[in-house]
């Protein structure tokens, strides 16, 4: 379905019943839920987000920052009149979720964080705006439209690259073909590797149930953030997944099941 949110129109997935999960991809593709969408599907009402410039919503015209990314997913929640939603991302979509728990606690119930993005410091060289654009350059006419180099990217996300599901990695490889969502990736990469300021301590703030999930061999945002966001949010519960990279919900689909299942029967008996 299509919902209109703040000038953009995006396309939402929606299938199961139950209580309604959120999902927020991260800078893959959307169907980084394939795996886990049936298995769950069957117990929860699940709503997939497409970003502007990702799956199936266009891309935007204009930059979105983290804050606006949350308050297009805040958008479709509102729309839908969702009542005791739980909120997932992973990666970058962790970043957005926490965001939005922490500015509009109303609007989830319980946050699930799936190697979240924001908390990484290396990357914070690229506030400086003319470093910034010589790498956005370089990524978008470069490194974005060279398939080999494309591939060995997508292989760092597995513990095994050949675990790499091909008709996923087709489907990123369209994806960042076309320049305006190109444009559009690139510029949430910033947004993850560049948080605003004050984002951490912003972490305090998110009074939910919070599951925090990180693959323990993850080669794209290390495992050991899990503990700096474990500490920054207060009722958070932190499982490291073994023989697991960056794309959890891809690589160890059974897992994820299974840790999001008990930690939502155990949010809803301790409110």
Same mark, same amino acid.
């Given at each position: $379905?299509?919902?209109?949110? %703040?000038?953009?129109?995006?396309?939402?997935?929606?299938?199961?019943?139950? %209580?309604? @999960?959120?999902?927020?991809?991260?800078?893959?593709?959307?169907?980084?839920?394939?795996?886990?969408?049936?298995?769950?599907?069957?117990? #929860?009402?699940?709503?997939?987000?497409?970003? =502007?410039?990702?799956?199936?919503?266009?891309?935007?015209?204009?930059?979105?920052?983290?804050?606006?990314? *949350?308050?297009?997913?805040?958008?479709?929640?509102?729309?839908?009149?969702?009542?005791?939603?739980?909120?997932?991302?992973?990666? #970058?979509?962790?970043? @957005?979720?926490?965001?939005?728990?922490? $500015?509009?606690?109303?609007?989830?119930?319980?946050?699930?964080?799936?190697?979240?993005?924001?908390?990484?410091? /290396?990357?914070?060289?690229?506030?400086?705006?003319?470093?910034?654009?010589?790498?956005?350059?370089?990524?978008?006419?470069?490194?974005?439209?060279?398939?080999?180099?494309?591939?060995?990217?997508?292989?760092?996300?597995?513990?095994?690259?050949?675990?790499?599901?091909?008709?996923?990695?087709?489907?990123?490889?369209?994806?960042? %073909?076309?320049?305006?969502?190109?444009?559009?990736? &690139?510029?949430?990469?910033?947004?993850?590797?560049?948080?605003?300021?004050?984002? %951490?301590?912003?972490?305090?703030?998110?009074?939910?149930?919070?599951?925090?999930?990180?693959?323990?061999?993850? /080669?794209?945002? =290390?495992?050991? #953030?899990?503990?700096? #966001?474990?500490?920054?949010?207060?009722?958070?519960?932190?499982?490291?997944?073994?023989?697991?990279?960056? *794309?959890?919900?891809?690589?160890?689909?059974? $897992?994820?099941?299974?840790?999001?299942?008990? &930690?939502?029967? *155990? *949010?809803?008996?301790?409110?």
């Amino acid at each position: $379905m299509i919902i209109p949110v %703040r000038g953009h129109n995006l396309f939402v997935k929606r299938e199961g019943t139950g %209580r309604p @999960i959120v999902l927020i991809h991260g800078l893959g593709t959307t169907s980084v839920w394939n795996k886990v969408w049936g298995p769950l599907s069957a117990s #929860y009402d699940l709503l997939n987000v497409h970003l =502007p410039g990702f799956g199936s919503s266009a891309p935007s015209t204009t930059s979105l920052s983290v804050r606006d990314h *949350a308050l297009l997913v805040k958008g479709v929640i509102e729309h839908l009149g969702l009542q005791d939603a739980a909120l997932m991302g992973t990666s #970058y979509g962790g970043q @957005i979720a926490a965001t939005l728990a922490a $500015m509009n606690p109303a609007s989830v119930t319980a946050l699930v964080l799936i190697c979240p993005a924001g908390l990484m410091t /290396r990357y914070r060289i690229l506030r400086w705006k003319w470093l910034s654009r010589v790498v956005k350059m370089v990524a978008t006419n470069i490194f974005l439209r060279n398939e080999k180099m494309l591939r060995r990217l997508n292989g760092r996300l597995y513990v095994d690259p050949a675990n790499q599901p091909p008709e996923i990695v087709m489907e990123y490889l369209q994806m960042v %073909r076309d320049p305006e969502r190109r444009r559009n990736w &690139f510029e949430c990469v910033i947004n993850g590797a560049v948080p605003a300021e004050g984002f %951490r301590e912003r972490l305090s703030e998110i009074r939910v149930p919070t599951l925090i999930l990180w693959g323990r061999e993850d /080669r794209v945002i =290390p495992a050991r #953030y899990a503990a700096a #966001y474990g500490k920054m949010i207060s009722r958070s519960t932190t499982e490291i997944l073994a023989e697991c990279g960056h *794309a959890l919900p891809l690589e160890q689909p059974a $897992m994820m099941c299974g840790a999001l299942r008990r &930690f939502l029967e *155990a *949010a809803v008996q301790k409110p």
